[in-house]
C-alpha cells in the first residue's frame, strides 16, 4: 500500500482578484504552484481587470477577509503568508492584526497602483501601512511608485534606492527589497536589512508583456521562506524565476500582456 504523500509547503495569499489572471492572488496561485507549494488564498477585493486597466474594484468587508484567513490558518496552517492589494485602512489594520498573531514569515507587497496606473490603495490608508502593516514584514517589496507614496523619496538611480531602503525599514520590516525596475539599464533591486546590502542584476528583456510582475516576485519570495530557505536566498530564487517569467510574457488582448508562470515548465521558445 502507497504512503500518503507529504503535504508541500503552505503559503497563504492576502490580496484583491484579477479577473484578467495576469496579477493578484491568480498571479500568486501559479507562482505557488510553479515553485512547489500548496497555495491558499483570503479574497480581500474583486477587480474587473484585463491588459487594458482596471475598470471597477470592489473591496470585501473586513469580516469576510477575517473569516477567511481565520479558516485557513485555524486548520491548515501556513508557513508564509504574502499580501497584495488591501484597499482600504480598515481592511490594512483588520490584515496587520491578523498576522501579528501568526507565527510564520510574511512579505508585504505594498500595491498601491496597478501596472496601467490605477489606484488599488485608497490615500488614507498610506498611514494604516506604515503604522500597522510594515512592522509585522518579514520582508517588504515596494517598486519605486510604491516607494515615492510611502516615503515621499523619488528614486532616479541607485543612490536614491539606498536612501529609500533606509526609509523604508524606519518603519519597521525586517527586510526591504526597492524594486529598481522602473529604472534605464539592468533591471536591479537592492535587498537589504541596514547591515547587509545585497544588489541583484538581471538582464532587461525587451518585453512590454510583465504584468503581475510585483505580485510574482513576493509570491516567489514567500514560497522561498515557506521552504525554511534564508531571506537572501529566498530572494534571490525569487528574482531568478521573475526574469524567466517575464522573458516569456506573453501578449494577451489589446494591451500589457502577464508574464508566463509556467516559463519553467515549457518547451524552450
Not at 501556513?78 to 484597499?87: D, E, I, N, P
Not at 521562506?225 to 501578449?251: C, H, M, N, S, W
Request: aromatic letters at 4%; charged letters at 20%; one cysteine or more.
Amino acid at each position: 500500500m502507497t504512503a500518503p504523500a507529504a503535504a508541500p509547503p503552505r503559503v497563504l495569499t492576502v490580496a484583491g482578484s484579477d479577473s484578467g489572471g495576469g496579477a493578484g492572488v491568480q498571479a500568486d496561485l501559479k507562482t505557488m504552484l510553479a515553485l512547489g507549494t500548496h497555495g491558499m488564498s483570503v479574497l480581500t477585493a474583486v477587480t474587473a481587470q484585463n491588459s487594458l486597466g482596471v475598470q471597477g474594484a470592489w473591496e470585501l468587508p473586513v469580516e469576510a477577509v477575517r473569516a477567511q484567513y481565520r479558516s485557513v490558518v485555524d486548520d491548515i496552517g501556513v508557513q508564509a503568508v504574502k499580501t497584495g492589494m488591501l484597499a482600504s485602512a480598515a481592511l490594512v489594520e483588520a490584515v496587520a492584526e491578523l498576522l501579528a498573531g501568526t507565527d510564520a514569515p510574511v512579505v508585504v507587497d505594498p500595491v498601491g497602483v496597478s501596472k496601467h496606473g490605477d489606484a488599488l490603495l485608497a490615500a488614507e490608508a498610506l498611514d494604516s501601512v506604515r503604522a500597522r502593516l510594515l512592522p509585522v514584514a518579514t520582508v517588504a517589496t515596494p517598486n519605486l511608485d510604491e516607494v515615492a507614496q510611502l516615503t515621499g523619496v523619488t528614486v532616479t538611480d541607485e543612490a536614491g534606492m539606498r536612501r529609500a531602503a533606509a526609509e523604508l525599514l524606519s518603519y519597521g520590516p525586517r527586510w526591504v527589497v526597492i524594486k529598481g525596475g522602473h529604472l534605464p539599464g539592468d533591471a536591479v533591486d537592492l535587498l537589504t536589512d541596514g547591515r547587509d546590502e545585497h544588489w541583484l542584476r538581471a538582464p532587461r528583456y525587451d518585453n512590454r508583456h510583465t504584468h503581475g510582475t510585483g505580485c510574482t516576485l513576493a509570491s516567489a519570495i514567500a514560497c522561498g521562506l515557506a521552504r525554511g530557505q534564508d531571506v537572501p536566498t529566498a530572494v534571490r530564487g525569487a528574482k531568478e524565476y521573475v526574469t524567466g517569467a517575464i522573458r516569456a510574457g506573453f501578449a494577451l488582448g489589446g494591451g500589457i500582456g502577464p508574464v508566463d508562470h509556467g516559463w519553467q515548465a515549457r518547451p524552450t521558445r
